[in-house]
């Protein structure tokens, strides 16, 4: 056994067999189904049967199911920056996350396009519960993080997933992909956790942790949806943390996040690779500061990188001048864009629940104040 069977994806040799488990699961069906809908089912299966290989399930399977995604529920994806990355070489992409399913797979789908590495992806195990869902996360080489561990156990279960991350960048040559932080940005304010780059560092030995960060390549990717498919099923939480309540998801609110974040409006989607952060990082590990401060620096950079990629919407704009009362963006979008969005609004929230309203505006407004904040650095340096 390894010691990384708890978490890791399948392994080429376990594919085949994995697959055969769920072929004839009615979700693997109805995903199948949406994405050749002039196919006849046994086509798929046969192919299916025959697929031996992580990446061929991925290239022949889910990259067609997502391209089927963004023809149905979007305007489009469009994408900057990938021509700073080289083929046959591994980075740790670290991006915002709004999406559970969507912000990997679609980065995974630019790489294939561009002939660049894919990623193994980091997922919560609290989304994979469902067993069809978790075979098929395995297959869509997703590694698992524990949720919801304490003291000795979460250290543990984080040390084991750094030492699989650095297993996958310098011995395999695999690309990663984590979040900038431990689950979904609610509230529209994309920051990176510190936390997520020291569990990084946990596995590298000696007395400079941050040195991993030297011999990796670390890329800070934008994410942008003009719409975001799951706002509204954001909003119970934030306002639970705006009135300083513990909030307790319902049992299935994951599994709808899911779908609704697949199938739900998006408009259009935007990837920006933020380049490479080489010189940057050799810069803060020659500080001489502590470790803890080095993790802090980083992040701020991380920040700063992923904010100024961000592809600024008509939404963003909307929401910033109807949260603050102005018109300082109106000449970024249209009336009919206006209207589009206050109708979109108006369908989804009680507008006049002054604090639901506030947080949904917000949720779109902060990629604006965070450019506005990026824009300020960039001028300092």
Request: aromatic residues 10%.
């Amino acid at each position: 056994m390894s010691k990384f069977d708890s978490i890791r994806p399948y392994y080429d040799a376990e594919v085949n067999a994995a697959i055969r488990q769920i072929i004839d699961d009615p979700m693997l069906e109805a995903i199948m189904n949406f994405t050749f809908p002039n196919e006849n089912p046994a086509h798929w299966k046969g192919l299916m049967r025959h697929t031996h290989s992580l990446r061929d399930f991925q290239i022949n399977f889910i990259y067609p199911a997502l391209m089927k995604v963004l023809e149905k529920s979007s305007d489009g994806l469009s994408t900057g920056g990938f021509e700073a990355l080289e083929p046959n070489t591994a980075y740790l992409f670290i991006s915002n996350h709004r999406d559970i399913i969507l912000d990997t797979s679609l980065l995974n789908a630019c790489l294939y396009e561009k002939g660049l590495v894919m990623t193994t992806s980091a997922i919560g195990d609290n989304l994979i519960k469902k067993p069809f869902l978790h075979i098929l996360s395995r297959l869509n080489r997703n590694f698992a993080i524990r949720r919801g561990l304490t003291g000795r156990a979460l250290f543990e279960s984080s040390l084991l997933v750094s030492e699989y991350i650095h297993k996958s960048l310098l011995r395999e040559n695999r690309s990663v992909w984590t979040a900038q932080r431990e689950g979904r940005t609610k509230d529209g304010n994309d920051i990176t956790q510190k936390g997520v780059l020291k569990m990084l560092t946990l596995a590298e030995e000696g007395q400079n942790p941050f040195g991993f960060f030297e011999k990796i390549r670390v890329v800070p990717v934008s994410i942008s949806y003009e719409y975001d498919p799951t706002d509204i099923l954001k909003m119970p939480e934030l306002l639970a943390k705006s009135r300083d309540e513990k909030y307790v998801k319902s049992e299935n609110e994951d599994f709808v996040n899911l779908l609704r974040g697949i199938m739900g409006t998006k408009k259009r989607i935007h990837i920006q690779v933020n380049g490479v952060l080489d010189e940057e990082i050799k810069e803060i590990s020659q500080m001489d500061i502590p470790q803890s401060d080095k993790l802090t620096q980083l992040a701020s950079l991380i920040d700063l990188k992923i904010w100024n990629g961000f592809k600024l919407w008509p939404s963003n704009y909307i929401s910033y001048d109807l949260l603050h009362g102005k018109e300082e963006f109106a000449s970024c979008y249209t009336k009919e864009e206006k209207e589009a969005f206050q109708k979109r609004l108006n369908e989804k929230v009680d507008t006049k629940n002054s604090e639901l309203l506030k947080n949904f505006l917000s949720m779109y407004a902060y990629p604006i104040e965070n450019s506005k904040k990026a824009s300020a650095e960039m001028k300092k340096a």
